[in-house]
């Protein structure tokens, strides 16, 4: 049987890292605004800039970012619009379009490293190396188990649920 101060031990370190997730998203948007990026919009760069090949199609974004096709290719319109994306025919089926980051794409993806760079900093401050290594090591440990029991999960017959989608998050 579990303890009482456990169960609130377990329910606290599920609102901690939703609330530090939550609180951690608004800073950056606040800090990208100026830079007329939406937080919408960051998420699509943040998540073509992880992909090798450059590009990637709506359908692979709408999975990662776990939205609709629909509202990824109102977004990536909004994105085409200010020259931020190009959509490309792909090389081996011309039915399929692939989103890849414009030159102007990238000076905001790198605008959003600086950002993110500096709000690291502050977010961190306070904290030893240790402490940093520490929770990196906690956290990549929970979104490891966190997988593994989607993994489960999805192996038993539930296929609705998306592990790709949680690193987006």
Do not use: C, Y
């Not at 993806?109 to 290594?133: C, F, K, P, W, Y």
């Amino acid at each position: 049987m579990t303890s009482p101060t456990k169960a609130r031990g377990e329910f606290r370190i599920g609102f901690l890292i939703h609330d530090v997730s939550r609180l951690r998203q608004i800073l950056f948007d606040q800090e990208m605004r100026p830079h007329g990026v939406t937080r919408a919009q960051w998420s699509v760069l943040a998540q073509l800039s992880r992909k090798e090949e450059g590009a990637m199609t709506q359908a692979e974004l709408a999975r990662l970012l776990g939205l609709g096709k629909v509202a990824v290719g109102s977004m990536i319109d909004r994105l085409e619009a200010a020259g931020l994306v190009i959509r490309q025919s792909d090389a081996l089926d011309r039915r399929i379009h692939r989103v890849a980051v414009t030159a102007k794409g990238h000076e905001v993806q790198g605008r959003m490293v600086e950002v993110g760079r500096r709000l690291n900093g502050d977010i961190l401050a306070g904290l030893s190396a240790g402490e940093i290594a520490a929770a990196d090591h906690v956290l990549t440990t929970i979104r490891r188990n966190i997988r593994r029991a989607l993994r489960d999960e999805d192996d038993a017959g539930d296929a609705s649920l998306v592990t790709d989608g949680i690193e987006a998050a």
